[in-house]
């Protein structure tokens, strides 16, 4: 019997369930902003959404191609700056950023830089930080949002282009970064990840339907930590899915993709 949704639909609803009313979020185009889109559509009305190049506070009429594209300041509160956007993350009021990359390992350190061991001559080289860094390091808690394999779920990334937990357990803190900030969860096609109180390691916290713990093994280099008891995750619901493909992304750019 075929699915109700795709893998995309899930990973971006579950995405859209994490950002609560009331919550500020900065988001980046495609995933996160559909996710963004669709919390605000349904049960997060009051959510603040900023985008880096300066929207504060839009209300979306349409999916925004970039960052810097006129609707990311529809009806918004205010269109100003990078610089300013950065400021209030550092100031301490922005409660979630979404960020991803080629790499990620089980302390929830990004790479979006390169792939290879030589910085000046890798196999490949991406486009780096931009505000990555900036915002892992500044807001409150990082979503990130990406397929599961074991290229990008890596024993160690080739390099950290945004911190996480670093080597964990206090690595982040004493390393100067604001405390009780870092990642949060991660969101893949598989199941919903967070990490440890203590050790930071990746922990899972729920499983897709239909995937299974050899899913979870076999898509990832390092080991992720099972606790004794993990959910089940919930499937989007009609509602969800139907603001999802005929309001958030009806052409189906970011969905379609699956």
Same mark, same amino acid.
């Given at each position: 019997m075929k699915a109700r949704y795709n893998p995309m639909e899930l990973m971006i609803t579950i995405a859209a369930r994490n950002l609560e009313d009331g919550a500020m979020v900065v988001v980046g185009t495609g995933v996160p902003c559909a996710a963004a889109m669709l919390a605000q559509m349904t049960h997060a009305p009051n959510l603040t959404?900023?985008?880096?190049?300066?929207?504060?506070?839009?209300?979306?009429?349409?999916?925004?191609?970039s960052v810097g594209d006129s609707r990311t300041t529809h009806k918004a509160l205010k269109a100003t700056s990078m610089a300013e956007i950065m400021e209030l993350c550092q100031a301490g009021?922005?409660?979630?950023?979404f960020l991803g990359g080629?790499?990620?390992?089980?302390?929830?350190?990004?790479?979006?830089?390169i792939i290879g061991n030589d910085y000046y001559k890798p196999i490949t080289r991406?486009?780096?930080?931009?505000?990555? /860094?900036d915002l892992a390091s500044l807001c409150w808690k990082t979503l990130v949002v #990406? +397929?599961? /394999?074991?290229?990008?779920?890596?024993?160690?990334?080739?390099?950290?282009? #945004? +911190?996480g937990y670093l080597q964990g357990g206090n690595s982040r803190y004493d390393a100067g970064l604001p405390a009780n900030t870092g990642p949060f969860k991660v969101i893949t096609d598989i199941g919903v990840y967070g990490y440890h109180t203590e050790t930071k390691e990746m922990?899972?916290?729920?499983?897709?339907?239909?995937?299974t713990m050899t899913d979870v093994q076999e898509n990832t280099?390092?080991?992720?930590?099972?606790p004794d008891q993990f959910e089940t995750t919930l499937e989007p619901t009609e509602e969800e899915l139907k603001t999802l493909r005929e309001?958030?992304?009806?052409?189906?750019?970011?969905?379609?993709r699956s």
């Open positions: 959404i900023l985008f880096e190049a300066g929207g504060v506070a839009p209300i979306l009429p349409t999916m925004p191609i009021i922005v409660d979630y950023c080629a790499q990620i390992d089980k302390y929830g350190n990004l790479n979006s830089t991406f486009p780096g930080s931009g505000g990555a /860094n #990406t +397929p599961q /394999n074991q290229k990008r779920f890596a024993n160690k990334v080739d390099f950290i282009t #945004t +911190p922990m899972l916290l729920s499983l897709h339907p239909g995937k280099e390092f080991e992720i930590l099972i309001k958030v992304d009806p052409t189906q750019v970011i969905i379609g």
